[in-house]
Structures are given as structure tokens and as C-alpha cells.
């Protein structure tokens, strides 16, 4: 489970509605399938306990850019526990399930003066005043209908695609409510679909109605709908072709290829290109905008190293906005803190991987990334994205850039078999448009499966 021009406005790619024909005309997939005997309810069903310890410190250096301005220190610890419960499905030609999951979220560590400017890393919930309470939980769940190759389910839901994919980068994992569907009828073709009404960040205790964006905070929007779909043209390269609409906000598109050419046993080149056009709809509740933004990379595996280079370019005015803390944007340059997606940005980024097991130290491995971005211009930015400085006007030439170092070991065997222990240490500076910030986050996670 659980990484466009204004005639389009009212409508889907294609790969959407071959999601409805699948469900409404099996036949057509009937001779690309095999027969496989059903699971059962009980037999298929799986339990997994999460287990995740979470660090994280961020240091506004100079305070915050943007309101509310102030104390840009956050810092807390805390440990969370996931469970998740998916069953199997009943035997039939239609099958039914059911999907559950409750998660629990306390503080160790935090307190008075750190906890920044709005409590902006979002690992636990805060009160009026803004200060962080001691724990909070949630639960879920969603039931599920199996029809050959075709699964829907309804309920509470974490999708995975460009224009929406579930965000799991804090102490408990975001979700949504609404419908999905994914159908696998065609081998190396997976078609997913959904409408949504609500969406639950890390940090809340419940569903909230309407939905937030990163860069435009929350959206009076009743609905977010989405389809697409992935192909696997080989095994060494595939597409995806996706899109969404944010009611009375934007129409977003996708298109993304990954490419990988290997050369011999011990040497590899790959590549990859994404794309994303967004385009203001309905009442323009983020303003009129008309963006485009893209990032091709580059690069080669060898042994236990892997190096890669990326270019990301926006074109439109605006920022590139997407879902507050989900994973919805799959760009190159879209790393730890910075996303490289300011109107007019230009970025170059290159990354090393180096895994140890080569070295004789299987499950160690580390990674550094560096990134700058430059010629941010809101000149013609709309009245929602609009960043000025001290003199009212539009901010004009703005520059950024980003080193990420990380360091993760997971225990191969043994009683603490599957324990991983990660750093991740993140530093970026700018000018007027962003903060100058130090960032560190210590994740232990254990997982235990009880079924």
C-alpha cells in the first residue's frame, strides 16, 4: 500500500477512463489475466505495528521569512505507533475486505520557546495558545470490493500517485477519505482513480472537510478528484499519465518517464523527466495562474556508488503548489526542505549514494545531495502566491540553495532484524524569499508483523 491548455479543464486523460471501462467491462481484460484462486478474508489479512521514534530540530537562523515572523527554533521529540490492519478478501467472484488502522502520537520532549513560528515542522498538534499537547491519536478504516482485477475502496485512504500520494514524512502518516479504485487487467499496466472530500495532516487528530496546500495554506474546496495510470513498458522503462482537479482550484497534469540502460553486470546509466502543469478552475480559489514546471535527471550506477545530476526549471508565475505535507510532487529537485519551485526558478542539483554492502556492510548506506536554485521573480505572481519585501514590491532575483546529508543502517538479522536508524541533516540559505535554516531529524523506526 503505501513513492494544460484551458479546453482540458473538464476532462481526464485518457488512462482515467480506461479506469471506468475496466470496471464496467471486465471481458475486454479477460484473456490478458490468469486465474488465481482467492485468498480468503482471513487468510490474507496482515497486521503490521509500526514503531517510530522522531527527532526533529529546525533552526530559523534569522527567524522566519514569512508571517508570523518571530522565533524561528523548533524542536521536538516524540514516538509514534502505527497499526495497520488489511484483511483479504471473501472467495467469489466478487470479494469483499476491510481495512483498518488506529495510530498514536506522544510528546518525550518539547516545550516554551521551541516551538517556532506557528509550530511549522508539524510533528504534533498544538492548542490555542501554540503550545504542544502532550499526545493525541486517530483511527480509520475502509471497506473494500474486489471485482476481478478491479479493487475499490471507500473509507479512509492513502493514495499513492504524482497528483496525490499520502505524505509520511513526519511522526504519523497523513490520510484521506473518499473513494479510490486501482485496476491491474493489463500486465505492466496499473490504472488508479478517486474522489476525496477531506484529508488528515500528521499532525491532526481527525478529518478536516476541504483540504490545505503547501504554499496557499487551507482550501474552501468540497472535493479533490484524480486518475491516471503507470506503465511498465519493460524493464527498463516505464510512463505515468496522471490528473486531478481541486474543485474550484486548480486542474493539475502529470507526466513522468523513468529510463535505466544497463551496460554491463556492474555498470548502469539512468534517467528520468517529470512534468506538471497546473492551471487555475472554478471560482479560482488560489487566483488565476498557468503554470509549468519540469525536472529531467541524469546518471550512473556502478558497484556500491550511484551519481546523479537534475535540472528543474518553472516556468509560470506562480509557485508550483500541491497538498500540505503529502508527497504529491515528484520533481528531481524536491528534496528535504526546499522544493526549488518558485515562479520563474531555475535549479541544478547533484546527489551520491554509496551502499556499504559492497563494502561488506549490508544495510548501511549513505547519501549527500546539493542543489541551487536562482532567477525566483514574483513580478507577476497573482495576489495568493505573492511574496514582497520590506518596501512592498515584488521580489525579484531571488536565490537559494540546499545541502542534505544522510546516514541510515537497518539490522539485517537477529532480534532487531528490520530496525532501522536514520540522520538526516538538512542546511539551506537564500536570500529575501526564504529562511536560512539548520535541520536535523533522528528516525528509529521498528516494524513487527503480528499476522
Same mark, same amino acid.
Request: charged residues 25%; proline residues 4%.
Given at each position: 500500500?503505501?513513492?494544460?491548455?484551458?479546453?482540458?479543464?473538464?476532462?481526464?486523460?485518457?488512462? %482515467?477512463?480506461?479506469?471506468?471501462?475496466?470496471?464496467?467491462?471486465?471481458?475486454?481484460?479477460?484473456?490478458?489475466?490468469?486465474?488465481?484462486?482467492?485468498?480468503?478474508?482471513?487468510?490474507?489479512? @496482515?497486521?503490521?505495528?509500526? !514503531?517510530?521514534?522522531?527527532?526533529?530540530?529546525?533552526?530559523?537562523?534569522?527567524?522566519?521569512?514569512?508571517?508570523?515572523?518571530? *522565533?524561528?527554533?523548533?524542536?521536538? /521529540?516524540?514516538?509514534?505507533?502505527?497499526? &495497520?490492519?488489511? @484483511?483479504?478478501?471473501?472467495?467469489?467472484?466478487?470479494?469483499?475486505?476491510?481495512?483498518?488502522?488506529?495510530?498514536?502520537?506522544?510528546?518525550? $520532549?518539547?516545550?516554551?520557546?521551541?516551538?517556532?513560528?506557528?509550530?511549522?515542522?508539524?510533528?504534533?498538534?498544538?492548542?490555542?495558545?501554540?503550545?504542544?499537547?502532550?499526545?493525541?491519536?486517530?483511527?480509520?478504516?475502509?471497506?473494500?470490493?474486489?471485482? /476481478?482485477?478491479?479493487?475499490?475502496?471507500?473509507?479512509?485512504?492513502?493514495?499513492?500517485?504524482?497528483?496525490?500520494?499520502?505524505?509520511?514524512?513526519?511522526?504519523?502518516?497523513?490520510?484521506?477519505?473518499?473513494?479510490?479504485?486501482?485496476?491491474?487487467? +493489463?500486465?505492466?499496466?496499473?490504472?488508479?482513480?478517486?474522489?476525496?472530500?477531506?484529508?488528515?495532516?500528521?499532525?491532526?487528530?481527525?478529518?478536516?472537510?476541504?483540504?490545505?496546500?503547501?504554499?496557499?495554506?487551507?482550501?474552501?474546496?468540497? /472535493?479533490? %478528484?484524480?486518475?491516471?495510470?503507470?506503465?511498465?513498458?519493460? $524493464?527498463?522503462? @516505464?510512463?505515468?499519465?496522471?490528473?486531478?482537479?481541486?474543485?474550484?482550484?486548480? *486542474?493539475?497534469?502529470?507526466?513522468?518517464?523513468?529510463?535505466?540502460?544497463?551496460?554491463?553486470?556492474?555498470?548502469?546509466?539512468?534517467?528520468?523527466? !517529470? #512534468?506538471?502543469?497546473?492551471?487555475?478552475?472554478?471560482?479560482?480559489?488560489?487566483?488565476?495562474?498557468?503554470?509549468?514546471? /519540469?525536472?529531467?535527471?541524469?546518471?550512473?550506477?556502478?558497484?556500491?556508488?550511484?551519481?546523479?545530476?537534475?535540472?528543474?526549471? *518553472?516556468?509560470?508565475? !506562480?509557485?508550483?503548489?500541491?497538498?500540505?505535507?503529502? $508527497?504529491?510532487?515528484?520533481?528531481?529537485?524536491?528534496?528535504? #526542505?526546499?522544493?526549488? *519551485?518558485?515562479?520563474?526558478?531555475?535549479?541544478?542539483?547533484?546527489?551520491? $549514494?554509496?551502499?556499504?554492502?559492497?563494502?561488506?556492510?549490508?544495510?548501511?548506506?549513505?547519501?549527500?545531495? #546539493?542543489?541551487?536554485?536562482?532567477?525566483?521573480? #514574483?513580478?507577476?505572481?497573482?495576489?495568493?502566491?505573492?511574496? &514582497?519585501?520590506?518596501?512592498?514590491?515584488?521580489?525579484?532575483?531571488?536565490?537559494?540553495?540546499?545541502?542534505?546529508?544522510?546516514?541510515?543502517?537497518?539490522?539485517?538479522?537477529?532480534?532487531?532484524?528490520? +530496525?532501522?536508524?536514520?540522520?538526516?541533516? %538538512?542546511?539551506?540559505?537564500?536570500?529575501?524569499?526564504?529562511?536560512?535554516?539548520?535541520?536535523? &531529524?533522528?528516525?528509529?523506526?521498528?516494524?513487527?508483523?503480528?499476522?
Amino acid at each position: 500500500m503505501y513513492r494544460t491548455p484551458r479546453k482540458y479543464r473538464r476532462k481526464f486523460p485518457l488512462a %482515467a477512463s480506461l479506469l471506468a471501462l475496466g470496471v464496467a467491462s471486465p471481458t475486454v481484460f479477460a484473456e490478458a489475466t490468469t486465474e488465481e484462486k482467492p485468498e480468503g478474508f482471513i487468510e490474507g489479512a @496482515s497486521l503490521e505495528i509500526l !514503531n517510530r521514534n522522531l527527532y526533529f530540530n529546525r533552526d530559523a537562523r534569522h527567524g522566519q521569512s514569512v508571517p508570523p515572523r518571530g *522565533n524561528g527554533y523548533s524542536e521536538v /521529540w516524540a514516538h509514534g505507533i502505527i497499526g &495497520r490492519f488489511e @484483511s483479504g478478501f471473501t472467495q467469489g467472484t466478487v470479494g469483499v475486505g476491510v481495512d483498518a488502522f488506529a495510530m498514536l502520537g506522544f510528546q518525550l $520532549d518539547t516545550g516554551a520557546g521551541r516551538n517556532g513560528a506557528g509550530s511549522s515542522v508539524d510533528v504534533l498538534p498544538t492548542d490555542n495558545d501554540g503550545r504542544t499537547e502532550s499526545d493525541y491519536s486517530k483511527a480509520g478504516g475502509a471497506a473494500k470490493v474486489r471485482l /476481478w482485477d478491479t479493487v475499490l475502496k471507500v473509507g479512509d485512504v492513502f493514495p499513492e500517485t504524482p497528483v496525490v500520494h499520502y505524505g509520511d514524512s513526519r511522526l504519523l502518516p497523513e490520510s484521506f477519505r473518499g473513494f479510490t479504485l486501482q485496476n491491474t487487467s +493489463l500486465e505492466g499496466l496499473t490504472l488508479q482513480g478517486g474522489r476525496l472530500h477531506s484529508m488528515s495532516q500528521p499532525q491532526s487528530r481527525q478529518m478536516d472537510d476541504g483540504f490545505a496546500t503547501f504554499y496557499a495554506g487551507p482550501v474552501d474546496s468540497s /472535493w479533490l %478528484a484524480y486518475g491516471g495510470g503507470d506503465y511498465a513498458i519493460n $524493464d527498463n522503462a @516505464s510512463v505515468s499519465l496522471y490528473s486531478s482537479r481541486l474543485k474550484d482550484a486548480w *486542474n493539475q497534469y502529470y507526466f513522468g518517464t523513468a529510463l535505466n540502460f544497463p551496460l554491463s553486470e556492474a555498470v548502469e546509466l539512468f534517467g528520468g523527466f !517529470n #512534468y506538471y502543469k497546473s492551471q487555475d478552475e472554478g471560482r479560482e480559489l488560489l487566483g488565476e495562474f498557468n503554470t509549468n514546471i /519540469w525536472s529531467a535527471s541524469a546518471g550512473v550506477h556502478f558497484g556500491a556508488h550511484r551519481i546523479a545530476v537534475s535540472h528543474q526549471r *518553472n516556468n509560470g508565475n !506562480n509557485d508550483f503548489d500541491y497538498l500540505r505535507q503529502a $508527497d504529491s510532487i515528484y520533481l528531481d529537485n524536491s528534496i528535504q #526542505y526546499s522544493d526549488f *519551485n518558485s515562479p520563474k526558478e531555475r535549479s541544478w542539483m547533484v546527489r551520491y $549514494d554509496l551502499d556499504m554492502a559492497t563494502y561488506g556492510v549490508p544495510g548501511l548506506s549513505f547519501m549527500t545531495r #546539493y542543489a541551487r536554485g536562482t532567477d525566483a521573480d #514574483y513580478s507577476n505572481a497573482n495576489a495568493v502566491y505573492m511574496r &514582497r519585501d520590506d518596501n512592498g514590491d515584488p521580489l525579484t532575483d531571488q536565490k537559494r540553495w540546499e545541502r542534505d546529508i544522510e546516514a541510515k543502517y537497518v539490522f539485517q538479522e537477529g532480534q532487531l532484524k528490520d +530496525l532501522s536508524l536514520r540522520v538526516r541533516q %538538512a542546511t539551506t540559505r537564500a536570500t529575501a524569499f526564504e529562511s536560512d535554516l539548520d535541520e536535523v &531529524r533522528l528516525i528509529i523506526e521498528y516494524p513487527l508483523a503480528v499476522l
